[in-house]
């Protein structure tokens, strides 16, 4: 059974930074377009940002571009959002995603995380 772990969510002020880590074992993750998607309350969930597999693609929401960056590290199966300049408006519950070749440039994604809480003060 694959599962997405989430890790590195917290409580922090705005201006900080904070990295979230999503570890994939089990899951072929080389093969995987890999995500992060946020829902914040009383909001719908909304795409943040995405890396192909050889990380030479990557993709934003205009309200993270030049503030986030997404990485992977597929000898770790891991991939990572580093949040830089938080702002409280960041934050939300956020999700790994992992999306197969086949369903890049869907809105149809394998597996999802649990979820991890962000939570940026003014």
């Known amino acids: 059974q694959v599962q997405l772990v989430e890790s590195g969510g917290g409580l922090v002020q705005a201006g900080d930074s904070l990295r979230l880590s999503c570890a994939a074992p089990g899951l072929t993750f080389s093969s995987y377009a890999m995500g992060w998607f946020r829902q914040a309350p009383g909001k719908e969930r909304e795409f943040v940002a995405s890396i192909r597999w050889s990380s030479t693609s990557t993709y934003y929401a205009d309200s993270v571009k030049g503030r986030f960056t997404i990485s992977r590290d597929n000898a770790k199966n891991t991939v990572y959002l580093q949040m830089n300049s938080l702002k409280p408006e960041d934050t939300a519950v956020y999700y790994c995603?992992?999306?197969?070749?086949?369903?890049?440039?869907?809105?149809?994604?394998?597996?999802w995380g649990q979820g991890t809480q962000v939570t940026v003060s003014s």
């Open positions: 995603t992992a999306q197969s070749a086949s369903r890049v440039g869907t809105a149809l994604y394998d597996y």
